[in-house]
């Protein structure tokens, strides 16, 4: 049972990059996945989030607008567009499953610890 992030990069200032989350050994259908950004020698935090049942979003105002989160039930499978890179998106890219009917979930208010699954993390880096 694991999640596993990939996608990641390098990329300037501006360029896109399109992480993915797979859910292997359970199916994601339950649960809301969101992503982590975690920069370097900072914590933490949510800029993303869906539910895999009805697809509502969620997005942090550090990403609204250049960052876009999809799903694919089928292939048990979000993935996070991220557009207009900006050097301070640099960082560790986490997946995260949590309980998919918790509004602090999908509102990414929940406590890390709360969520049921992690990935590894997929590194991202924005050159200027």
């Known amino acids: 049972v694991q999640l596993q992030a990939s996608g990641g990069g390098l990329v300037q200032a501006g360029g896109s990059l399109r992480l993915s989350c797979v859910a292997a050994?359970?199916?994601?259908?339950?649960?809301?996945i969101a992503w982590f950004h975690q920069a370097p020698g900072k914590e933490r935090e949510g800029v993303s989030s869906t539910r895999m049942t009805d697809g509502s979003t969620y997005y942090s105002d550090s990403v609204k607008g250049r960052f876009t989160v999809s799903r694919d039930n089928a292939k048990n499978t979000v993935y996070l567009q991220m557009n207009s890179l900006k050097p301070e998106d640099t960082g560790v890219y986490y997946c995260?499953?949590?309980?998919?009917?918790?509004?602090?979930?999908?509102?990414?208010?929940?406590?890390?610890?709360?969520?049921?699954?992690w990935g590894l993390g997929t590194l991202v880096t924005v050159s200027s």
């Open positions: 050994g359970f199916a994601l259908n339950n649960y809301a």
């Open positions: 995260a499953a949590g309980w998919g009917q918790s509004a602090a979930i999908l509102t990414l208010m929940a406590p890390l610890d709360e969520y049921d699954f």
